[in-house]
């Protein structure tokens, strides 16, 4: 039964990195680099619950996100080297607010006080992406 679980839990890994891809081709508009991946546990321990959330979005409630409720369940996050996240202790963008930067990793939020609280949150994807190709400007 715990090997089926462990087997299932790698089939969802292996689906959502599939799944990621397809949309990338899908709709140029996805920011691949916009997400916050959450986590139930601390640091980002991939036996527990974890989900990747895709920007820009805000997100009044966690309730029911893939579902599962996530409410005051996070305990680590890493967000997207695009992305800049803003969480908060109360549902609809209430109570104390904490900001992420981009590609920032939190393996313990309760060294900022967040632990097990966040009920929403915010996901901003940055202006300009980080440009890779600057090497293609055309002699005269
Ligand atoms: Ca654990
Ligand atoms: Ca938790
Ligand atoms: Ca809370």
């Not at 709709?27 to 991946?37: G, P, S």
Request: glycine fraction near 6%.
């Amino acid at each position: 039964m715990l090997l089926f679980k462990f087997f299932i839990v790698i089939g969802m890994i292996t689906m959502g990195t599939l799944a990621v891809e397809a949309a990338d081709t899908e709709m140029k508009m996805v920011d691949k680099n916009c997400w916050i991946e959450v986590f139930d546990d601390t640091k980002y321990d991939d036996k527990d619950p974890h989900l990747i959330l895709q920007g820009p979005k805000d997100y009044a409630s966690l309730k029911d996100l893939q579902g599962k409720d996530w409410n005051n369940e996070i305990e680590s996050v890493i967000v997207g080297p695009g992305a800049t996240v803003r969480a908060y202790k109360e549902r609809d963008f209430q109570g104390t607010e904490i900001a992420f930067a981009s590609g920032q990793r939190v393996p313990k939020l309760s060294s900022l006080d967040m632990s097990n609280d966040i009920e929403s949150m915010k996901i901003a994807c940055d202006v300009s992406p980080p440009t890779t190709t600057s090497a293609i400007t055309p002699n005269p």
